[in-house]
């Protein structure tokens, strides 16, 4: 019996390994859609992780298969600190593909991601026009939207 090739279309994106980025995975709707997307990911057999900067008493449970990553559990910190420790944790996690979760973690994730030759996803579940957070803020966020796959 013969098999017939499949060919890939350029530009379709093979997703080997996801991290996804998320504030916290406090009871939340970008929060669920996090834990949700991670545990069918893996059940497809792309390895999926979950990154947030902290982690709260009442979160959604981290799928069996992912694995969960805070950046800084007991200490708040610097603007340097967050860059640098997201990047490393991205380098080392060897994702291809980064989804972050709400526009405004875009500031921290985008330019943690340069240089590092992965794709970045940006999922906003509200219109970012009508960003109800500092007014810088979005304008830096929808600047650095620009370099996202």
């Known amino acids: 019996m013969k098999i017939a090739s499949c060919r890939i279309p350029e530009g379709i994106m093979i997703m080997k390994k996801l ?9 939340g709707g970008a929060e669920r859609v996090s834990v949700y997307l991670a545990d069918y990911l893996v059940k ?41 420790k997201l990047r490393r944790t991205i380098k080392e ?15 921290w994730v985008i330019p943690a991601c340069i240089g590092l030759g992965v794709k ?5 579940r509200n219109d ?11 304008e830096i966020s929808r600047f650095l939207m620009r370099f996202a796959h």
């Open 19 to 27: 991290i996804i980025y998320n504030m916290c995975l406090a009871r």
């Open 44 to 84: 497809q057999g792309i390895a999926c992780d979950i990154v947030t900067e902290k982690k709260w008493d009442s979160e959604y449970e981290v799928p069996e298969g992912v694995a969960r990553i805070t950046l800084a559990q007991d200490k708040k910190l610097s603007a340097i600190e967050k860059f640098l």
């Open 93 to 107: 996690l060897g994702a291809d593909t980064v989804l972050i979760m709400g526009v405004p973690n875009c500031i």
């Open 120 to 124: 970045i996803v940006v999922s906003e």
């Open 128 to 138: 970012p026009r009508n960003f109800l957070g500092k007014k810088t803020v979005g």
